[in-house]
């Protein structure tokens, strides 16, 4: 039997509650018919697909004003790299914006030499929103 929350298969045939290798709760979502690609499906139900190089390239050329992170689902964190540089722009001569494109093109170089696979991990659970 698989869990249907990670596509893995369960080595106690589905009599426990959770599943030993995510905690997934049975609560009838498991089933033996689930494939791993169906399971993968589902946790990205709602979820639009993000590419890592699209966001490398708005890390690069755009990382000061947070659009990465807005493309990669964390708001907050992209609105506060935009107010932050919006606001040193205008009182600071663009220090503050200039530390924040740094941040950005160190973000860029972690997107990029990252596989897919790596950044999809990452990202998946919008749980890594920094570095």
């Known amino acids: 039997m698989r869990c249907g ?3 893995r298969e369960r080595p106690d045939g589905g ?3 959770r599943c030993p290798f995510c905690g997934a709760l049975d609560d009838g979502g498991l089933t033996p018919e689930v494939s791993a690609g169906e399971a993968k499906d589902r946790r990205n139900l709602g979820r639009r697909p993000v590419n890592r190089l699209v966001a490398g390239g708005l890390a ?7 659009f990465h ?3 990669l689902g964390y708001t907050r964190q992209g609105l ?4 932050v540089s919006l606001i040193s722009l205008k009182l600071f001569w663009g220090i503050l914006a200039g530390l924040a494109a740094f941040v950005g093109a160190l973000e860029a170089i972690g997107y990029l030499v990252r596989t897919d696979e790596q950044f999809e991990a990452m990202h998946r659970d919008r749980r890594r929103p920094w570095f």
């Open 5 to 7: 929350a990670c596509g």
């Open 69 to 71: 992170k807005f493309y």
């Open 80 to 83: 506060a790299l935009l107010i």
């Open 60 to 66: 690069l050329f755009l990382g000061a004003f947070g």
């Open 15 to 17: 009599d426990s509650l």
